[in-house]
């Protein structure tokens, strides 16, 4: 669901789920808003392993993505004390429709933008990682002008999770990416060349990844190969 224009730099993205269980993906290495079937409001922590289990009965559960950083500037904790369960967080209930529910829920980040400050060593890092994901953790650290030490204590408490962690689920969103863009020009996915542009090993060591933290291979996350290619065959 679309982001607003204002809230871009704090929220990476919005979502609504419904249903029996929740559809598989990536694991997200981000702390969620979450607006509770019956209104009340949690913060649920990082994944590295995409989460399994129902979800919550009595109506759909919206959550608003808070991108890596911001949710100690945003609620006042820090990312590391935020558990993968989720903890309830005192801010009132969020009544009425989705729609009604997920924007209550960007008012909150709203209401707390302009107090909302961000280590801006940590963002050096994020971004260097995203950038090149397979470079190794140390190198970003002396990018941001910390050592290895100093980037795990700030990193934990920033994002939530060891940086080395992250960037495992970085690189996995990174191999996804590549994998649906070859698809969108009607091409076979190269997992080997994607494996070493997204900084695994070679193609073996990409595979382990994504059954670490998704239980299947990457090619579960994609579109049926074989139709796309029918169609490209077709003109």
Known sequence: ???????????????????????????????DLLVMPDGTCWLAGPETRVRQGP??????????????????????????????????????????????????????????????????????????????????????????????RQLRRRFGVAVGLRPKSYVRVVRLHHALAAARAALAKGERPNWAAIAVRSGCYDQSHLLAEFRHAVGAPPTTLLPDVRFLQSLTGRG
């Open 1 to 31: 669901m679309p982001v607003p224009a204002d809230l871009a730099h704090l929220v990476a993205g919005t979502w609504a789920l419904d249903g029996g269980a929740a559809p598989r993906g990536l694991p997200q290495p981000a702390v």
């Open 55 to 148: 979800l919550p009965a009595g109506g759909p559960l919206i959550g608003v993505r808070l991108r890596p950083g911001t949710v100690t500037g945003l609620f006042g904790v820090a990312a590391d004390e935020v558990p993968l369960a989720g903890t309830p967080i005192e801010v009132g209930r969020l009544d009425g429709s989705v729609t009604e529910r997920l924007a209550g829920a960007l008012a909150l980040v709203r209401a707390r933008a302009g107090q909302c400050r961000i280590d801006e060593r940590v963002e050096i890092v994020l971004a260097a990682m995203h950038a090149a994901p397979g470079a190794p953790v140390d190198r970003h650290a002396a990018l941001a002008g910390l050592s290895e």
